[in-house]
């Protein structure tokens, strides 16, 4: 009994993996066959705002708002792992009714709740500027798991889960504003940012032996004061970086597109990334507008043509047809 319940288990496992596997596939294909344009260090430079261009001159090292970003990320991502580590083990404690399979049901409906704050933020970013609302969340998931270090039972898990809520967009937005104004070396900085998400280790193992000591609700003071230190940044944003940032949010870098020289052309402040599957399409039926219009002018002088064919048949009928010219005969009689 107990290897068939195994083995059950781990041919569920198997198809999940197949599900996400397939699933990245059909995302890999969708971005290869999809016409985006490859953006180089040139063109990217030259298409920054002409009010944040000389911050792109300064050396790497000296982009301490990259930096900054680098060591928020980590401490964002530690939080995150601890308590999505520790999860179950916090529904169990201050719910002793629920089981583990129970907290596992619990994790599933807030990661499920996780995806749909990603989805919201993305759709609040439309009317609202990414630096006010990095700051809204925050500081909203400061509140939220530090009501889940101090309630116990429902309350708890339901606070729990609205901390995952308001944590789903402060990753990314992170990435991204730490990435502004670096022109050509946004490659080198995006690596730098993907790297410092290997802090997400480190406040685990913390709050895990605070945890056996004390218990797991004490423990999430850890990734709690993780995020205070996060908060940090977006509040230095708005303070001292607000005007910077504004003028990316003004911008519409990317947004414009113009048809120019028959071909559809993406104007980025200057900068033209051409769509070579739409080229081909327009070429195509440059051609065959050609040749329609070569058929269209061959039949207009055809037509034009044939009036004058119809002129001469009637004046040779008018002809035949004179009294003078009708017949031989009539001819030699009126002459005599």
């Not at 990435?175 to 995006?190: C, E, M, V």
């Not at 708005?238 to 052309?265: F, H, I, P």
């Not at 055809?302 to 001469?312: A, D, F, K, S």
Request: overall charge positive; aromatic content about 8%; charged content about 20%.
């Amino acid at each position: 009994m107990i290897f068939s319940s195994h083995t059950k288990l781990l041919g569920t496992v198997r198809w999940i993996s197949i599900a996400i596997a397939s699933t990245v596939l059909l995302i890999a294909l969708c971005f290869y066959f999809l016409p985006i344009p490859e953006i180089s260090d040139t063109e990217d430079q030259t298409s920054q705002p002409a009010s944040i261009a000389p911050s792109q001159r300064k050396p790497l090292k000296r982009q301490y708002m990259l930096w900054y970003g680098a060591l928020t990320i980590a401490l964002y991502a530690g939080s995150q792992v601890a308590v999505g580590a520790f999860f179950i083990n916090y529904v169990v404690e201050v719910d002793r009714t629920l089981s583990s399979a129970s907290g596992a049901r619990h994790l599933a409906i807030a990661h499920g709740i996780f995806t749909v704050g990603k989805f919201a933020a993305v759709a609040l970013m439309r009317f609202v500027k990414p630096r006010l609302l990095l700051l809204a969340a925050v500081t909203l998931n400061i509140v939220f798991l530090a009501a889940v270090v101090g309630t116990k039972g429902k309350a708890g898990i339901a606070m729990i889960s609205m901390e995952f809520f308001f944590k789903s967009c402060i990753g990314p937005t992170i990435f991204s504003i730490a990435l502004r104004g670096l022109g050509p070396q946004t490659k080198r900085g995006a690596s730098i940012l993907v790297a410092s998400m290997a802090g997400g280790g480190l406040q685990a193992p913390i709050m895990g032996a605070i945890a056996d000591r004390v218990s797991t609700r004490i423990g999430m003071t850890v990734p709690l004061a993780a995020m205070v230190l996060v908060w940090t940044f977006p509040l230095y944003l708005n303070l001292c970086k607000a005007e910077e940032l504004d003028a990316y949010w003004n911008s519409e870098v990317g947004l414009k597109k113009k048809a120019k020289n028959n071909a559809d052309v993406d104007e980025c402040e200057g900068t033209a990334f051409r769509n070579p599957f739409r080229l081909e399409k327009k070429t195509k039926n440059k051609k065959k507008k050609k040749k329609k219009k070569g058929q269209s002018e061959e039949e207009e002088d055809e037509e034009v043509e044939m009036p004058e064919e119809e002129e001469e048949g009637e004046e040779d009928v008018e002809a035949n047809t004179s009294p003078l010219m009708a017949s031989p005969w009539k001819t030699l009689v009126l002459s005599g």
